[in-house]
């Protein structure tokens, strides 16, 4: 990728960057204690010392908004490094190999692909018993059927490649030329895929959190935060729409980086 076609994504990639810089220190970047309760300062609107108000507990919000990004974008990511791996890796192996394997998961895939993803997570995440870890279980049990059917088709086109003959003429060995060969050119579309596919886990694991089937109280996430927060949307405005503004501009900025990236990678295919 050359430098003027990178150039385009600086923006993006520096809120993004900044977004997961105070993800990871969110700890030492809240000016209060994110748990800490005040009840005499409940429901306070925002001012010079809480600068987003406080929640009924007399927590500050702006410190469990900044906590809630830890909580929320950490676990998003982690989760999406999960899922884009293992489905990008089985659909390379159903591509690559063919036969039984590749229609025994190619099968399970399409099961799983018949259900609305949400509509799953709802189901097995309440199954599972709630919790943050139970819900992004639930939602990794059917998130990595889209990365396998995408690398499988990609496999498919590059096994017919004339390099690929090449490399079996020259002695290499089934996993050498998957490793070698397979993954590291399907990673672009992987890359873009996964781009575009953060805002959707953040919005799907805080929409878990929303229903009460992801993080438990007291921990600060920005779906639970909304959660707590929906019956004083008129009272106490601020409590809900907080969190909600913090979601809405996460996933607004990793969907534009995401559509800079998959804009960078046509021009340099088209190239």
């Known amino acids: 990728m050359t430098e003027k ?4 994504l600086i923006p993006y990639l520096i809120l993004a960057g900044a977004l997961i810089f105070v993800a990871i220190f969110a700890e030492f970047l809240t000016p209060f204690d994110p748990y800490a309760q005040d009840l005499s300062n409940a429901l306070t609107p925002p001012n010079e010392k809480n ?5 009924r507990y007399g927590r500050d919000v702006l410190s469990r908004v900044i906590m809630g990004s830890q909580t929320t974008l950490c676990a998003s990511l982690i989760l999406l490094a999960v899922i884009s791996s293992v489905g990008s890796l089985i659909g390379a192996v159903c591509g690559f190999s063919g036969g039984k394997v590749d229609t025994i998961l190619m099968r399970v895939s399409d099961v799983f692909l018949a259900f609305p993803q949400m509509v799953f997570a709802i189901a097995a995440a309440g199954a599972l018993g709630g919790g943050l870890f139970n819900a992004a279980a639930a939602l990794a049990i059917i998130g990595w059927t889209k990365y396998a059917r995408i690398s499988r088709g990609l496999v498919l086109t590059i096994r017919t490649m004339p390099y690929m003959d090449a490399a079996k003429m020259a002695g290499t060995g089934s996993i050498g030329m998957l490793f070698h060969h397979v ?5 672009g579309p992987i890359l873009v895929t996964a781009a575009l596919d953060i805002g959707t886990i953040i919005m799907e694991l805080a929409g878990l959190s929303f229903l009460g089937l992801g993080a438990m109280p007291p921990t600060a996430e920005w779906g639970a935060m909304m959660n707590n927060g929906r019956s004083m949307l008129q009272t106490a405005s601020w409590v809900i729409l907080a969190p909600g503004s913090a979601i809405f501009l996460t996933v607004a900025i ?3 980086l995401g559509d800079k990236l998959r804009d960078v990678m046509d021009k340099k295919s088209a190239a």
């Open 5 to 8: 076609n990178f150039r385009p």
């Open 51 to 55: 600068l987003l108000g406080t929640d």
């Open 183 to 187: 993954l590291p050119n399907i990673a």
């Open 254 to 256: 990793f969907n534009l």
